[in-house]
Structure formats: structure tokens, C-alpha cells
């Protein structure tokens, strides 16, 4: 079993090109209703992935965190290459380091890098 969070989005396109941006593929999209967006999109980054959902308005939050599977430097460059700017720079943490980004939604997400000798 793994998890899947769920992200509520107003905005299918922009969420798809940011997350996408970030390091996820697209693994399945729902066929469109006959007028507006796709209704869920689910995307996949290493062994885990999340879904994206359509909404008029978003419902209940989540928070969200990756686990980067390469060096943080290449997220960003890839991110800022992307258009979109870290909210933060990239820090030491216990476990290992992160960085945080504003989805085009405005939800903070966090990307790790875990360093196997600190966080076991």
C-alpha cells in the first residue's frame, strides 16, 4: 500500500505544469466532462505519486512534502527554468536538507533531500 495525497486545484493546467516542473510525470489523466478541465490527473515520482483534483473552489488543505531522489541544486534549477522561484533557500535540517516553493495555488510545498547517515 502506498499513500496518495490528494491536491485540490482551481486550476488543473498551471497545478500539471508546476508539478511536472517539479520532478513529477503524469501517469493517467480522467477523460474531460463536455465543458471545463479534466476532473483528476495522477502523477507518479519515484515510488510514490499524488492526484490532483478539480474543484470550483479548493476544499480542505493538505501539506505536502517531497523526497527529492537527486540533489536539490537540479530541482531548482529546474523549477526556476520552470518559471516558478523557491520561497526559501536550500537549508541543513536534521535529517538531512530542504527547500520550500509556493504551488501556482499558493500551497508552501516542502522538498527533501534525506541524508541516509543522519535520518537512518
Keep these: 500500500m502506498r499513500p496518495m495525497p490528494i491536491r485540490y486545484v482551481r486550476d ?6 508546476f508539478y511536472t516542473a517539479l520532478g513529477l510525470a503524469v501517469e493517467f489523466t480522467s477523460r474531460a466532462p463536455r465543458t471545463g478541465p479534466s476532473m483528476w490527473v495522477e502523477l507518479r515520482g519515484g515510488p510514490g505519486g499524488m492526484a490532483l483534483h478539480h474543484v470550483a473552489e479548493p476544499g480542505a488543505g493538505v ?37 520550500t516553493v509556493r504551488d501556482p495555488e499558493g500551497l508552501l510545498i516542502q522538498v527533501n533531500e534525506h541524508d541516509r547517515e543522519l535520518h537512518g
Design 63 to 99: 501539506e505536502l512534502a517531497f523526497v527529492a531522489e537527486e540533489p536539490l541544486e537540479d530541482v531548482v534549477e529546474r523549477l526556476v527554468a520552470a518559471g516558478y522561484r523557491p520561497a526559501t533557500a536550500i537549508v541543513d535540517e536534521a535529517f538531512g536538507r530542504s527547500f
Design 12 to 17: 488543473m493546467e498551471a497545478a500539471g505544469r
